[in-house]
Nanobody, 119 residues
């Protein structure tokens, strides 16, 4: 089985920064695209950022210019550097990955890490 475990969430003041991490473990042959999503209280889960295996990235409008997604395939780890945080960024952040096990591609989700932006 494959597991995605997020970390790095917490309480931060408006204007502050956080760095989220997501470690993939298990019987992984290769990791294709990885991404971050978030779900604010009372709202649906929404896309934040994604990164392909070749390093191509894409961001939501709200994340563009403030967040940076990156990955370290040697460590099977995905990162999200979040700067200039607003109260509106408060949410549970979920890691998502498309992972090859042998030649089968499957989507996995982490359990989430909570980010609270408040003074």
């Amino acid at each position: 089985q494959v597991q995605l475990v997020e970390s790095g969430g917490g309480l931060v003041q408006p204007g502050g920064s956080l760095r989220l991490s997501c470690v993939a473990s298990g019987r992984i042959s290769a990791i294709a695209a990885m991404g971050w999503y978030r779900q604010a209280p009372g709202k649906e889960r929404e896309f934040v950022a994604t990164i392909s295996s070749s390093g191509w990235t894409d961001y939501s409008n709200s994340a563009q210019g403030r967040f940076t997604i990156s990955r370290d395939d040697a460590k099977s780890t995905l990162y999200l550097q979040m700067d200039s945080l607003y109260a509106e960024d408060t949410a549970v952040y979920f890691c998502n990955a498309l992972i090859f096990i042998i030649n089968r591609l499957t989507e996995y989700w982490g359990q989430g890490t909570r980010v609270t932006v408040s003074s």
